[in-house]
DNA sequence: CTGGTCACCTGGAAGC
DNA sequence: TGCTTCCAGGTGACCA
């Protein structure tokens, strides 16, 4: 689940439990996830006490003062906290242990990433290459009118290019551009200003929504039975292939773009 | 630089 | 029921 606004969530579910304690232990019990698990840094931050969680894109940065543990959710993961001593899951690969609560990492797919890193956090070789902050007053209908310029891609992809822009996953891509009732498949270059105007502020309510919505569960964060955590949306399109556009009444259409579903209406976005 | 494809990994749902 | 295939919210690497 993990786009911009579930990171954000869990940001703000876990962080007033967990910030200013210190870390007891941490326990990983696969060697890795996307990128080797920070086994040899660990003395680094066992014994540290958490100063901040910030979010950049879809990472979280936990800076303890010496250094921050970077992770990031993958397609798959997702935080929790949980009473320490909980009998871990068969996906539950790491637990960050505070005093009685530890922070517990699950993530069955095995895509997200855990990394300790030293110095400026931003200067991460991970870090450094990521684009636009979508939730900033920098984030304007200019700024990316010259970010598409002459390119041929369509826009829906081109939005999920973190490089570019961050935060906007396959989910808010497809619902934005349906707000903003632009067709996904417009080469992204020769989108008028006039409509990336429309654009931009879609992208921001929407994700802010996204975050509202997320907080009304943010209890779930720190229950010990399992649920998710996330929260359920009401889509225009995402997922609803076939049934009526909740705009027009037209079947909402499924296509595919670099390997991934994209949903539109065919009548409302042009 | 751009644009396109593949790989990483597991599990659930759909298809036969 | 059981086996096979496809698909999933991300993103880095690689190629032309």
Redesign the pocket.
């Known amino acids: 689940?993990?786009?911009l606004p579930?990171v954000e969530v869990t940001r703000r579910g876990i962080a007033p439990d967990l910030v200013g304690r210190r870390l007891a232990s941490a326990d990983f019990r696969v060697p890795a996830l996307?990128y080797p698990l920070p086994h040899e840094e660990r003395s680094q931050f066992v014994g540290r006490r958490l100063v901040s969680i910030t979010r950049r894109?879809?990472?979280l940065l936990l800076d303890f003062g010496s250094g921050h543990l970077l992770i990031?959710?993958?397609?798959?993961g997702s935080l929790r906290l949980v009473p320490a001593l909980t009998p871990p899951d068969?996906?539950d690969h790491v637990d960050l242990v505070f005093g009685r609560t530890a922070l517990r990492l699950r993530d069955?797919?095995?895509?997200g990433a855990m990394r300790w890193i030293e110095g400026d956090p931003m200067q991460h070789p991970?870090m450094a290459?990521l684009g636009m902050e979508p939730l900033t007053a920098d984030f304007t209908a200019a700024w990316l009118k010259a970010q598409l310029q002459?390119?041929?891609?369509?826009i829906k992809?081109?939005l999920?290019d973190?490089?570019r822009l961050?935060g906007?996953?396959?989910?808010y891509a497809s619902e934005s551009l349906f707000r903003a009732r632009i067709d996904p498949r417009t080469?992204?270059?020769k989108i008028s200003l006039q409509r990336l105007e429309r654009l931009v502020p879609v992208i921001k309510a929407t994700l802010t929504a996204a975050i509202e919505a997320g907080g009304s569960s943010l209890r779930d964060f720190i229950q010990s039975d399992g649920s998710s955590g996330?929260f359920q949306?009401q889509y225009f399109v995402y997922g609803r292939t076939g049934k009526p556009c909740r705009v027009c009444g037209r079947p909402i259409r499924e296509l595919r773009q670099?390997?991934?579903?994209t949903f539109h209406c065919p009548h409302c976005q042009r």
């Open positions: 689940m993990p786009e579930e996307r894109g879809k990472y990031h959710l993958g397609m798959s068969k996906h069955p797919r095995r895509f991970l290459v002459g390119l041929k891609a369509p992809p081109t999920m973190g490089h961050v906007v996953g396959n989910i080469p992204a270059g996330y949306q670099g390997q991934r579903a």
